[in-house]
């Protein structure tokens, strides 16, 4: 992975995706990544856990993509990734 410096923030350096030719999911059927209601998405966290990309996956989905497993986790699952970042970042206010 080639990363740019840059003095902007995370979210608008220039990434390289050349993740993406690795990308385990892209043998396999596309629809188990993204389960209709009542469905599992067993099968497709478990392709993911194999995968070697998993981490830039996650990375490039984080706050990007709203459905569908990415990076084995779950769109409910990345959400809470993205809060947990936000409550941990957020500068308190002080005490008065
Ligand atoms: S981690 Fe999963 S969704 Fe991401 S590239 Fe690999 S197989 Fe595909």
Do not use: N
């Amino acid at each position: 992975m080639r990363l740019v410096a840059s003095s902007y923030a995370p979210d608008t350096v220039e990434r390289d995706h050349g993740w993406r030719e690795y990308a385990l999911c892209a043998e396999t059927d596309p629809e188990i990544f993204y389960p209709a209601d009542g469905m599992t998405a067993a099968p497709a966290r478990a392709i993911c856990m194999g995968c070697e990309v998993r981490a830039e996956c996650l990375q490039y989905a984080l706050g990007r993509e709203k459905e569908g497993v990415w990076g084995g986790m779950s769109a409910g699952q990345r959400k809470a990734i993205l809060a947990a970042r936000t409550r941990h970042t957020t500068i308190p206010k002080e005490a008065s």
